[in-house]
């Protein structure tokens, strides 16, 4: 199924527009305003999901046209259909997997949970917008990275959310700022270090 979808992707766009997997997380647990003040800072930080329409304007930015095909791998969004609106209308070619096909992986538990990791190895590009299994993605993609040419990006949350919220800022700058700061976060092997709850990335492993 996964090579299907895959497979599927890549023909939909014909090779002359650009195919990528989102991994998207905006759970409801993830929505902080009832603690507004803590919420503003943990943005800064960078420690917040962005929301559906911010991750279509940093797509947009990135370079990708309206015609991309998406992959969204993500689990239940909070807030359903209206939440995906504004991801949809700037991107509009984000279904893959007819009901049918989804359905039969729903029968088991991680059925959908593999399904989607198996594509998000298999994309040319892979774009994650906050943590969870989308570091253990990029992980993996590293180690393959000697036998495929792929690209993971791993957007820069805090200075991105700084951007948003310059009223100041015209779109010509936005995007050279997008363009310019993700250059190297492209999921390419990189110096780390063992974090308290995951090593993604082992520095053995890309000396084996």
Not at 33 to 58: D, M, N, Y
Not at 67 to 84: C, D, F, K, L
Not at 161 to 167: E, L
């Amino acid at each position: 199924m996964a090579d299907l979808l895959a497979a599927r992707m890549r023909n939909r766009t014909g090779g002359s527009n650009p195919h990528i997997v989102l991994h998207l997380r905006f759970e409801k647990g993830m929505n902080g305003s009832h603690l507004w003040q803590l919420a503003l800072q943990k943005r800064k930080e960078g420690r917040c999901p962005f929301e559906t329409g911010e991750v279509a304007v940093i797509l947009r930015a990135m370079g990708y046209p309206k015609e991309t095909q998406i992959y969204v791998a993500s689990g239940q969004v909070y807030g359903g259909q209206n939440r995906m609106a504004p991801l949809r209308n700037m991107f509009p070619n984000l279904e893959l997997a007819t009901q049918d096909e989804l359905d039969k992986c729903r029968k088991h538990v991680t059925s959908l949970a593999a399904l989607d990791f198996l594509v998000c190895l298999k994309s040319a590009v892979f774009v994650m917008t906050h943590g969870g299994n989308s570091e253990l993605i990029i992980g993996a993609r590293q180690s393959m990275g000697h036998r495929q040419k792929s690209k993971s990006i791993k957007p820069d949350k805090g200075l991105i959310s700084k951007s948003f919220g310059d009223p100041y800022m015209g779109w010509t700058t936005f995007a050279e700022d997008i363009i310019d700061t993700h250059q190297t976060r492209i999921g390419l092997p990189e110096e780390t270090f063992h974090n308290y709850d995951l090593w993604e990335n082992p520095p053995c492993m890309c000396k084996a």
